[in-house]
Each structure stands twice: as C-alpha cells, then as structure tokens.
C-alpha cells in the first residue's frame, strides 16, 4: 500500500495532466448547472476536474514537491492584478459595469474563469519533469486531435450531435445537427473555439513532423496535421486561417 501512495504521490499530477489533455478537448460541452441564472457561462465537468488538478498542484506546492517557473509566474501575476484593477475600474471610475448584482457577478465570473485558464501553465509545467515527458504528452496531443477531428467529421458527414455554446438557448445543453453549409464546432463550444484548438495544435504537429526520429511517429504526427488541417477548413474559421 505505501508503494502505491508513494508512486501516486510521484505521479499523480502527471496522471491528471495528462487525463485534461485528453478531456478538456475531447468531452462536449454540456453543462452541468448555472452559476448565474440564465447566463450564457455554465458549470462545466472540466470545471471540476480542473478544481482537483490545481488542488493536488497546490498541495504538491505547498509540500515543495513542485515549483513555479519564475518569469512566467511575475507576468501571469501582473496580468492578474491589471485585469482585478480592470474590473474596479469598470466598476467605480468608467462605470461600464452598473453596480447591480448580477453585473458584478458576471463581470467577476470572467475574470475567475481566465485565472482558471492560466492554473493550467503552472499544473503543466510542474508535471513536465524530463524529455520522456515532453514526448509522452505530444503523443497524447496528437491522438486528441485526430479525436477532436474524428468526431468533427462525424458532425459533417454522419449527422453527429452539435452541442454549443453560442447562445444562451444552446448553452443549456440542446442536442443540435448541422445544417449542409453550418461550420463545424466539432467538440467544442463554437467553430471559433474548434479553429483556435487546431491552429495551435497543427503547428505544433507539423514541427514534430519533421524532427521525430521516429517513423511510425512522424506517420502519426502527419496524419494528425492533416486531419486537423481538413477541420480547420471545415470550421471556416477566417482568423484562424491567417
């Protein structure tokens, strides 16, 4: 029993890591419960999964078991402090946030939300501890795009269910199809969502393409470049194109 709770303990925030990589893209976007009635934002079981990750990260910190990349840390903090200022700003000297409520609780909802964003930078790179590593969660990152491709041919072609978040009425979970010209969302929230994904992750396919010593791994890498090529064309995505 001690030699499983020391391996966890070891591994655990690499497990998990590597468990939001894989799920954060690929599971749809179906929401759990409102935050704020009503609102567009829902609770999502990322949401969760991310909460656990950061508390097993911060724990681990807490226990010098991991450490903060320095540079990074001062500018996510900077970031942190403009946009909290930002939001009192809006709230007591421009005024673009009225003081009701609801307002001050959306407003505080998004700034939370982008906190959240970033706790993954600093989950990521305390699991990262060596090359193996590094190849170990590209591996992972290709499979997940020929996931996330996979399913979004499946919404064109096969009339696979569509579940958005582009609307407060869609963001409460409606089962959706695509019509024969509708871009394509694949797994995510909005076309737009899908492209972002895509465009980052086929570039980063594209140079492991070129330098995995690997055959059988460059052939993958490849074949994940092209799948999330075809689906970047499919989401029509203008931005994301450039």
Same mark, same amino acid.
């Given at each position: 029993m001690s030699k499983l709770l020391n391996w966890l303990d070891q591994h655990l925030l690499s497990i998990l890591a590597g468990f939001l990589l894989v799920f954060i893209p690929l599971y749809p976007k179906l929401p759990l419960f409102d935050i704020i009635p009503g &609102?567009?934002?829902?609770v999502r079981l990322e949401d969760f999964f991310i909460a656990l990750t950061v508390g097993v990260w911060l724990i681990q910190l807490i226990r010098k078991k991991v450490r903060l990349h320095p540079l990074m840390t001062k500018l996510i903090l900077i970031y942190a402090i403009i946009g909290l200022l930002s939001s009192l700003s809006a709230l007591f000297i421009t005024k673009t946030?009225?003081?009701?409520?609801i307002h001050i609780a959306k407003l505080f909802l998004h700034y939370f939300r982008r906190l959240e964003y970033f706790s993954l930078f600093f989950v990521f790179y305390s699991a990262i501890?060596?090359?193996?590593?590094?190849?170990? &969660?590209l591996i992972i990152l290709i499979l997940t795009m020929i996931g996330v491709a996979g399913y979004g041919y499946g919404q064109k072609y096969l009339y696979w269910p569509v579940f958005s978040t582009m609307n407060r009425e869609f963001s409460k979970g409606w089962r959706l199809y695509l019509s024969e010209h509708a871009r394509v969302p694949s797994t995510f929230g909005g076309h737009y969502d899908a492209a972002a994904f895509t465009m980052m992750i086929i570039t980063i396919l594209l140079a492991f393409t070129w330098f995995a010593k690997s055959r059988w791994v460059k052939a993958l890498s490849l074949f994940g470049f092209v799948t999330g090529?075809?689906?970047?064309?499919?989401?029509?995505?203008r931005t994301s194109f450039i």
């Open positions: &609102y567009i934002v829902r946030v009225p003081l009701s409520d501890k060596s090359v193996k590593d590094v190849k170990r &969660y090529f075809w689906l970047l064309i499919l989401t029509a995505s």
